[in-house]
């Protein structure tokens, strides 16, 4: 079984920083691609930046050049550095893995999420 729990949620005004963690546990063998999604009241979940077990990132358009997704592979632990944070930015935001264990293979898990709120 693999747990992933997310932190760094809050409060935050406009135009200000947060950093997300979300560290793995369990009978990890391997993480392949991890990923950041979040979901606005609302709204459908939406992805907003993976980054694979070689460091190759993607990202939605809408947090292109703000937010930064990074890993350590060696704590099976993903970051997400959101900067110039907007109020369109507020959402619960989960974190999910690929991950082969020592008896699955290629098994996706989610976190709990954290809630990012942006005041204007």
């Known amino acids: 079984q693999v747990q992933l729990v997310e932190f760094g949620g809050g409060l935050v005004q406009a135009g200000g920083s947060l950093k997300l963690s979300c560290a793995a546990s369990?009978?990890?063998?391997?993480?392949?691609?991890m990923s950041w999604y979040r979901q606005a009241p609302g709204n459908q979940r939406e992805l907003v930046a993976t980054?694979?077990?070689?460091?190759?990132?993607t990202y939605a358009d809408s947090v292109k050049g703000r937010f930064t997704i990074s890993r350590d592979n060696a704590k099976n632990t993903a970051y997400l550095q959101m900067n110039s944070l907007k109020p369109a930015d507020t959402a619960v935001y989960y974190c999910n893995a690929n991950v082969h264990t020592h008896t699955t293979w290629g098994r996706e898990y989610w976190g709990q999420g954290t809630q990012v709120t942006v005041s204007s």
């Open positions: 369990g009978s990890i063998f391997r993480i392949n691609v």
């Open positions: 980054i694979t077990s070689g460091g190759s990132t």
